[in-house]
């Protein structure tokens, strides 16, 4: 949802519409980082209603990203969506300390 923090690195990025709709694609349901567009597939499931972005790559940790769905999204009847968009942060990225390689002697 909106503002959520703590978004798992590796989650895609789910919309379920109240009704099934037309038209979601790359360029109608996007993905920054700050300016810059984080590369992504977007699916639709069988229903129509459930639109699924998957980053090409893992977020970066404790990041915030834009989800932006645009009015080329149509429902059935051609009606376009009003323009919508809200905001995450991604999860921190766990700190991993060496254990070092133990020598044999």
Same mark, same amino acid.
């Given at each position: 949802g ?5 978004v798992?690195i ?10 099934p709709?037309?038209g ?16 992504a597939t977007?699916?639709m499931?069988?229903?129509g209603?459930i639109?699924?972005?998957?980053? +090409? ?5 404790s990041?915030?990203y834009?989800? +932006?769905? +645009?009015?080329?999204? +149509?429902?059935v ?5 009003l323009?919508?968009?809200?905001t995450?942060t991604?999860t921190?990225?766990?700190?991993f300390?060496s254990?070092?390689v133990p020598?044999?002697?």
């Amino acid at each position: 949802g909106d503002g959520a923090r703590s978004v798992p690195i590796n989650a895609p990025v789910t919309v379920t519409f109240s009704q099934p709709v037309l038209g979601v694609d790359s360029s109608t349901f996007s993905l920054a980082q700050g300016t810059t567009a984080v590369p992504a597939t977007v699916t639709m499931d069988a229903t129509g209603r459930i639109a699924t972005l998957t980053p +090409t790559t893992p977020f970066g940790g404790s990041l915030a990203y834009t989800a +932006t769905l +645009t009015t080329g999204i +149509t429902g059935v009847t051609g009606t376009p969506i009003l323009g919508y968009g809200w905001t995450f942060t991604s999860t921190a990225v766990p700190k991993f300390r060496s254990a070092g390689v133990p020598s044999v002697r």
